[in-house]
């Protein structure tokens, strides 16, 4: 029903930065919080980000706590579109990251739990190195 497309992963140093984009084919995504997160070859897929969905344009986030400061999640509805900006980027950064929607959110909440979520990009790869 929904298709997400991520992107804008590649190979950057440590400090460096990264953006990636997660363009999505459904007609109601405003109405979806959407959700970064992450998974380091042998580890489990844990959250990264995630914003809430709003008519105005008032939104919720959230971070993990190893983000938190360094990486910004923001969308555009118009162009059905979710972003993560990540600077400052560590070694510990490097992942496979996916972008997710959920459809059944309230306005205003969003989710850190990815079973959660019902519909996922393919994810791109980010490798930092020091």
């Known amino acids: 029903q929904v298709q997400l497309v991520d992107s804008g992963g590649g190979l950057v140093q440590a400090g460096g930065s990264l953006r990636l984009s997660c363009a999505a084919s459904g007609r109601t995504f405003s109405r979806y919080t959407m959700g970064w997160f992450r998974q380091a070859p042998g580890k489990e897929r844990e959250f990264v980000a995630a914003?809430?969905?709003?008519?105005?344009?008032?939104?919720?986030?959230g971070y993990s706590d190893s983000v938190k400061g360094r990486f910004t999640i923001s969308r555009d509805n118009a162009k059905s579109t979710v972003y993560l900006q990540m600077n400052n980027l560590k070694p510990e950064d490097t992942a496979v990251y996916y972008c997710?929607?959920?459809?059944?959110?309230?306005?205003?909440?969003?989710?850190?739990?990815?079973?959660?979520?019902?519909?996922w990009g393919q994810g791109t790869q980010v490798t930092v190195s020091s």
């Open positions: 997710a929607a959920d459809r059944d959110r309230s306005s205003g909440s969003y989710s850190r739990h990815l079973q959660e979520y019902d519909y």
């Open positions: 914003i809430s969905w709003s008519g105005r344009s008032i939104y919720y986030v």
